[in-house]
Nanobody, 121 residues
């Protein structure tokens, strides 16, 4: 069974930092292109950061200069370092990935369960 498990969320004061992790487990050969998304109450899910299999990144304008995506392919894990957090960053954060399975199959658009990030004083 394949799983993407996010961790690292929590409550942080404005200006603080958090690092989210998304670890893939199960019969996975590799994480391919992936993205970090977030969904705030009453709002649509939005793409925050995209990370290609080669490690190239692209960010939403609202987080540029504050968030940094990275990956450790040996661990099948991706990260989102979030600095200078603002109350408007409050949301459930999800990772999404294309996966290559050990049997050679490809899974597109695979989602984790999400982790809550709350920025509040």
């Amino acid at each position: 069974q394949v799983q993407l498990v996010e961790s690292g969320g929590g409550l942080v004061q404005p200006g603080g930092s958090l690092r989210l992790s998304c670890a893939a487990s199960g019969s996975i050969f590799s994480l391919n292109d992936m993205g970090w998304y977030r969904q705030a109450p009453g709002k649509q899910r939005e793409l925050v950061a995209a990370i290609t299999s080669g490690g190239s990144t692209n960010y939403a304008d609202s987080v540029k200069g504050r968030f940094t995506g990275s990956r450790d392919n040996a661990k099948n894990t991706v990260y989102l370092q979030m600095n200078s957090l603002k109350p408007e960053d409050t949301a459930v954060y999800y990772c999404n990935a294309d996966l290559t399975l050990q049997d050679g199959g490809i899974e597109h658009n695979y989602w984790g369960q999400g982790t809550q990030v709350t920025v509040s004083s």
